[in-house]
């Protein structure tokens, strides 16, 4: 008896925790436009409540969150009751989840009716709700709590997509917008009264430039697009919201005076026809399997839409029946959101560790307490630079936001500040290097900071993870060389010719197959041409193209070993910086020994000159331009698509075939987009490798 009413007891703490957590997350959501957990997150808290209330419905208080739909409606506007209810959707994480809710509403209809679905993009916005009266655009409002929302009419006449007089002449031929689907009849007879739904949000690309402009000011960025579009929609200035580029996208009717489509295909092409911007991926199968499938072809995609999505939403075609289906609660039975993974959760920062990349460059790292964000556990990650960490007033012990995208690597977004203790430490760049104690040193007009000691041992990992992706030794990954560098076998990328066989099975993992095929990989790499070992070495300044431009011009490791600054100059696109360079490496002992030992290992090309005539390659005659950050160094990239024909140059024209896009891409992602130059992901540009 007592252990059960302790059990009460501690169910109703929670709940009650629950309802203020949740309370002040709504808060500083819908009213603050600035929420300091994920949406996962906070789904994760609402469904908690849910499950614990509906376990025990009597504990359930009118105050609870879960009795509200949607937001607190703000004081700042006038309000405008909604002439129906402004729903939103259920939502599911997987196909199973969509699977059923299609079984749970079969039950409710009638048998034999043949269902279609209609799959769209979930934009992740604001919602707006447009009303127009005899045509002309009267009055605009937010969702606010579902029945009543907030007026914000001045700052949606700003929004250039919003029409303001329909059916909107067609730009192209003058005439009334393109007629599709019969719906001729329609656009001539627009409802007097009719409200448009649609989703207001910033594009990527706008919010990437917006928010750099705003770094450079010295001001506070937006968290995400959401909510820099909210903020601009509901300030009371709209000279201010006229000056951000402010999208839309419509999909549903609320309320029409007159006929209006009765089915979500029609209806979208009925609201393109009339004016209203609508999204051109929307896709209408016949069976709900095509549909999600559908749907999850785009959780890679993601990244391809100029918007952010959280995912796809699946409607039943036939308006009527899902008006017959009703809702539950605030959610239509008739449609639901199939979710994206979440890309970011908070954690708490342990601790920071530091990098030091092949040229010195001190990278610091997140150490933190492990999370799942988006299917995969994430302990590291990368913290950029130490002025960003100022910037954002980073401390270890803190709840931070860890955020992942793409291909990109995780990293550390910023801290949630509020939930601090007091007891968070101050994150200070380091005086002395931690791997070698030499003064760090800062260079004029850069962020980052560098430790200048060229045989720092904390770059040993990084010039052997270089070394080893340039000469293609598989099955030698960054665990793998880092191991080998902790228990002393490496100390140099020489050393991994040296590696014999019963070494590699002391160590852990290490059975017979996976030992005799990485000795099988550095075997292979000692046949790599001479471009690629001169480029493997890591030399400053000396990426794949220039290393070609060496290994052409002297034709072997000796005869390169011996240049001068005045013999380097010669060759066509060596400058006096990467002479200095080279010569500055070749002269420095470490390094002659160290090609004394991989020429001892058997590694000493001569000119191989069919790898630097790359024809009949798969990207032969192609040429391609590198921007942004990638999974690989860029070299490593360029390399890949050396070996394979294709050029690399460094700006993008007409001529160029394709510009490959990593993530924080700028403008020449930019110049691609304006030239129509194809424009390829890295996942893109290793299907076309792989070919
Ligand atoms: S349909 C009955 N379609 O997602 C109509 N909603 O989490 C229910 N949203 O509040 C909404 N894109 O504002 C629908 N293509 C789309 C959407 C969409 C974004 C928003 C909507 C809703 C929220 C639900």
Redesign the pocket.
């Known amino acids: 008896m007592a252990e059960g009413r302790q059990v009460t007891a501690n169910l109703q703490k929670r709940l009650a925790e629950l309802r203020e957590q949740i309370n002040f997350h709504s808060h500083r959501y819908h009213v603050l436009d600035d929420p300091i957990i994920s949406d996962a997150e906070y789904d994760r808290l609402l469904r908690e409540l849910i499950q614990i209330e509906t376990e025990h419905p009597d504990w359930i208080t009118p105050d609870s969150p879960t009795q509200r739909v949607?937001a607190q409606v703000s004081e700042k506007f006038p309000k405008v009751p909604h002439p129906a209810p402004?729903?939103?959707?259920a939502?599911a994480f997987n196909g199973d989840d969509v699977r059923s809710w299609y079984t749970r509403i079969s039950k409710l209809i009638p048998a034999g009716r043949k269902i279609a679905f209609v799959v769209?993009?979930?934009?992740?916005?604001?919602?707006v709700i447009l009303h127009y009266r005899n045509s002309v655009f009267a009055q605009g409002a937010t969702?606010g709590d579902g029945s009543i929302g907030e007026d914000i009419t001045p700052n949606l006449r700003t929004v250039r997509s919003v029409p303001l007089k329909i059916p909107v002449a067609d730009s192209k031929s003058g005439s009334h917008a393109r007629i599709s689907g019969g719906m001729g009849a329609a656009t001539a007879n627009i409802p007097k009264r009719l409200v448009v739904?649609g989703?207001a949000f910033i594009e990527t690309k706008d919010f990437e430039k917006m928010n750099k402009q705003i770094e450079k000011a010295g001001g506070k960025t937006f968290a995400n697009p959401r909510n820099a579009g909210a903020g601009f929609l509901r300030q009371l200035d709209p000279s201010i919201t006229a000056k951000r580029p402010i999208n839309l996208?419509c999909?549903?009717i609320v309320d029409a005076d007159g006929p209006t489509p009765r089915s979500q295909w029609e209806l979208l092409e009925y609201l393109s026809a009339i004016g209203f911007p609508v999204?051109d991926i929307a896709k209408k199968f016949d069976s709900l399997d095509k549909a999600i499938a559908y749907c999850e072809t785009w959780i890679d995609k993601r990244d391809k839409l100029s918007f952010e999505?959280?995912g796809m939403?699946i409607?039943i075609d036939d308006l009527d029946l899902?008006q017959e289906l009703g809702f539950v609660g605030k959610d239509?039975r008739?449609?639901i959101?199939l979710k994206f993974p979440a890309r970011e959760a908070t954690t708490k920062l342990i601790d920071i560790g530091v990098n030091i990349g092949r040229t010195g460059v001190m990278a610091p790292y997140a150490i933190l307490e492990a999370v799942n964000v988006g299917g995969v556990t994430i302990e590291r990650a990368t913290l950029h630079n130490f002025n960003d960490i100022a910037r954002k007033d980073i401390r270890i012990g803190d709840r931070v936001i860890v955020k992942r995208s793409g291909d990109v690597i995780p990293y550390v977004s910023g801290p949630v500040a509020v939930v601090r203790t007091g007891k968070e430490k101050k994150i200070e760049p380091p005086k002395k290097c931690p791997f070698c104690d030499t003064p760090i040193v800062r260079r004029e007009g850069e962020v980052a900071i560098y430790c200048p000691n060229r045989d720092c041992p904390g770059k040993l990992d990084r010039a052997v993870q270089f070394f080893v992706a340039v000469m293609d030794i598989e099955g030698l990954g960054e665990k793998i060389a880092s191991q080998l560098i902790e228990v002393g076998l490496v100390e140099n990328v020489a050393d991994i010719y040296s590696i014999k066989r019963d070494q590699l099975l002391q160590l852990e993992k290490f059975a017979d197959k996976k030992t005799d095929n990485l000795l099988q990989s550095i075997e292979n790499s000692k046949t790599q041409p001479l471009d690629r070992l001169i480029a493997a070495l890591g030399i400053p300044h000396v990426g794949g193209t220039v290393a070609e431009s060496l290994a052409a011009h002297f034709g072997s490791i000796d005869e390169f070993m011996k240049a001068t600054e005045e013999k380097l100059t010669e060759i066509e696109g060596i400058g006096p910086t990467i002479a200095a360079s080279i010569v500055e490496w070749t002269q420095r002992k470490t390094n002659r020994d160290l090609i004394a030992r991989l020429k001892k290992a058997g590694l000493n090309p001569k000119i191989d000159r069919a790898t630097l005539k790359p024809s009949g390659g798969k990207l032969s005659g192609k040429t391609f331009v590198i921007t942004g950050t990638l999974s690989k160094p860029r070299d490593e990239i360029a390399s890949m698509i050396k070996s394979a024909g294709g050029k690399v140059i460094d700006s993008v024209s007409q001529k160029t075939d394709y510009v490959v896009v990593g993530d924080s891409a700028g403008s020449k992602y930019a110049k691609a987009q304006e030239l129509g130059v194809a424009i390829l992901d890295e996942a893109a540009l290793m299907k076309l490798l792989k070919g």
Do not use: M
């Open positions: 949607g402004i729903l939103s959707l939502n769209e993009p979930k934009i992740d916005g604001l919602t969702r739904r989703e996208l999909y549903a999204t999505a959280d939403v409607k899902q239509p008739g449609a959101a």
